[in-house]
Structures are given as C-alpha cells and as structure tokens.
C-alpha cells in the first residue's frame, strides 16, 4: 500500500478540501492511503477531520508557520517524515510549499508533488514578500519531481516554463458529480427552510468569505438585477470562511436594504440540494484557479455567469458558463443573468453525458491519482 501525505492549510469545506476528500472517498483504500498536515489548527477540529479518521487517515496538527518559524516547519514536518513512512509527499500550500519540499527531499521521499490550485499572481508591493515568494518559487521548481495544477494559467503562476515541460501533469478537479442531480423534494426543502417562495427567482453564490470571491460585488449585482428586472427575486451565500469579510457583506446588504432577500446559510453539508433551490449561478472572482464549484453548478443545471477570472477549463462545453468582465459593472450583469435565469437545465441525463466526456469524471482523475503516486 502506498501511503501519501497531503500538505494543506486546514481540512474544512473548501474547494481544495472538498476535492482531496472527492478523491479520497473513492480510491482504493487497499492500494492508496492519505494522511494530512494542516497549520495553526491544534485544538480546533477541522470539518473533514471525523471522516478521514473514519477512512484511516490521520491529521497532524501543527501550530501555524508563524509561530514555528521557517527552520522550525522543516523541522517539524522532517520529525513526521522520519516517524513514518511516506511514499509521497504532496503540497497545496502555494509558496509555502517549499518548506515541505525541502523537508522531503532531506528524508529521501521519493515522490514530492506541488500543486498548483489557483491564478493568483504576486502583486505584492513589499520587497521583501517578493523575496520570499520567488525564493520558495525557486525552491519549488528544483526539489519536485512532479508538478500539478488545475488549469494552465494555474501551473504558470507557480512553475517555470522548464519545469512545466519536463515534470508536469495537468489534474482535473474531481466532483461527484451524481450528488447534483437533486430532486424536487429537496429543492423544495432547502426553500421552505430559508423561507423563499415557490415561485420566487433565486441568484446563488457558494464560496468561502474572502478577498478572492469578491462577494460585495455580487451584492452589487443582485441589487442591479432587483431593481431593474425582478424585486422579488432572492440570493443565497452558501460558505464560512474570513469572519471579518462575511461581516462586511452582511454589513452592505443591510446598507442596501437588501436584508429581507439575501440569505447567508454558513456552511452546509447539503450544498447540492442548496444549489437545486437556486436558479442561476453568480462568481465574480478576482482569481481562481479553477472554480471546482462551477463544475458542481453546471451538473446542477445552473447557468453561470463568471468573471473574465475564471478559466476556460472549467467549461464542460455545453454553454453553461457565461463570462462577463467585472470592468462592465454590476448593470452588465444584472443583464447576462436575466438572460440566462429562465434557462436552468432540467434534463439530467444530457448533463451527465457531458460530464462523462469531460476530464473532470471522477473514475479518471482517481486514475490520474494513481498514475502520480505510482500506485500498481
């Protein structure tokens, strides 16, 4: 069996998360093992966590970069490395990556996998961030022996164009995708709890709170569509995340006036049956590296209007996906989704067949998964 440790922030419900666990669910357990590491977590249980115990993986917690400081990380994750015994290490921790990558490599890992999980580039001003992020870039780049990401502009916001040629692997982003094909009941359900008419329009968000998702912007946005095409209508925000973004938000909405039709749920086990209550799907990123969740939207139904940030490997190529430019301003979107709110996709077995072509079948990327880690 081979034993593989993931590197990442924390195991709650986000994107990267939400994918390792798709992936972990539905490897052979017999052939294929994850543990995690995640940072400055100790004493607060992650959502994931109970279940991954559950599959026979463990979570090692250790305090956040912070406080170990850079010479105390590599110590720590070479004290795991020498206790156990990893075939592979794999990070998705972007440029603190480099510390795991040193780690491993001084243990003789064998295989040592960054991954790449979003676009955003290094726009700090700081010299000394600028410093910091090109010498783990570099680090990066000479101590992998694979590199991986969810898109091409991800795997170039990370990797030199040498490393690109010579040791990379583009990873489709799993879902199980068979989750989103809700049923009427459930629609139903998730709509009487939070109070939204039958009949009622719905414009739907799920993200963690932060700077990326650019959640004030989709309140503009459905403050435009409100008042020129539908009053009635409602939003829902499905995610946790930045407590302080989240406050900001409800903050402006109340501002707007907007607190009788905007829907704030937190974070939700049943995010497939949330998406069937919704009728379209708004993601106004600033960066993403893929938008796993457009994937899970389009196998919902829903149309998507997106940023000009989201990238063209996040369409299943069956015109779901509807790109405006956040320079055009909330009225242009309001627009692209009145022109697509009515078009929700009802026919599951012509979504299913379109996933089935795409790179994003679970069976396939488990594969890939397998291919990586040298799994027999």
Not at 95 to 113: C, H, L, T, W
Not at 134 to 143: D, E, H, Y
Not at 195 to 216: C, E, Q, T
Not at 355 to 362: A, G, H, P
Request: one cysteine or more; glycine letters at 8%; hydrophobic letters at 40%.
């Amino acid at each position: 069996m081979r034993r593989v440790l993931h590197i990442v922030g924390n195991m709650n419900m986000g994107g990267t998360e939400t994918y390792l666990m798709n992936i972990y669910r539905n490897v052979d357990r017999e052939k294929l093992q994850f543990d995690f590491v995640t940072y400055g977590r100790i004493g607060e249980k992650d959502y994931y966590e109970d279940e991954i115990i559950s599959l026979g993986g463990k979570v090692y917690k250790l305090p956040s970069v912070g406080a170990m400081g850079f010479g105390g990380l590599i110590k720590e994750l070479r004290k795991l490395l020498k206790e156990t015994h990893y075939d592979a290490v794999h990070a998705h921790t972007m440029y603190n990556s480099g510390f795991a990558m040193i780690a491993a490599k001084k243990e003789k890992v064998p295989i040592r996998v960054v991954h790449s999980h979003t676009t955003k580039k290094d726009t700090s001003k700081s010299i000394k961030n600028k410093l910091y992020n090109g010498v783990m870039r570099s680090i990066i780049n000479r101590n992998t022996t694979m590199c991986c990401a969810c898109s091409k502009a991800a795997a170039e916001v990370m990797f030199t164009q040498k490393s690109i040629a010579r040791k990379y692997k583009f990873m489709g982003n799993a879902v199980d995708f068979s989750k989103y094909y809700s049923t009427t009941e459930q629609t139903d359900a998730v709509r009487s709890e939070l109070g939204i008419p039958d009949d009622a329009k719905v414009l739907g968000h799920v993200g963690r709170f932060g700077k990326s998702k650019n959640h004030a912007f989709a309140v503009d946005v459905f403050k435009a569509y409100t008042e020129k095409y539908d009053k009635d209508a409602y939003m829902i925000f499905v995610g946790g995340g930045d407590q302080k973004v989240r406050t900001a938000t409800e903050e402006k909405v109340k501002t707007l006036g907007l607190s009788d039709k905007v829907i704030f749920t937190g974070v939700r086990g049943d995010v497939p049956a949330v998406m069937g209550a919704m009728d379209i799907f708004v993601f106004p990123s600033i960066y993403e590296g893929l938008g796993i969740v457009l994937l899970e939207a389009q196998a919902a139904g829903l149309n998507c209007v997106v940023s000009e940030n989201i990238q063209p490997e996040a369409d299943l190529g069956i015109g779901m996906l509807h790109w405006v430019n956040l320079s055009e301003g909330a009225e242009a979107w309001a627009d692209e989704i009145h022109r697509n709110i009515g078009t929700k996709i009802t026919d599951k077995d012509y979504v299913k067949e379109s996933i089935e072509k795409s790179s994003f079948r679970l069976d396939k990327v488990v594969n890939d998964f397998y291919c990586i880690y040298d799994v027999k």
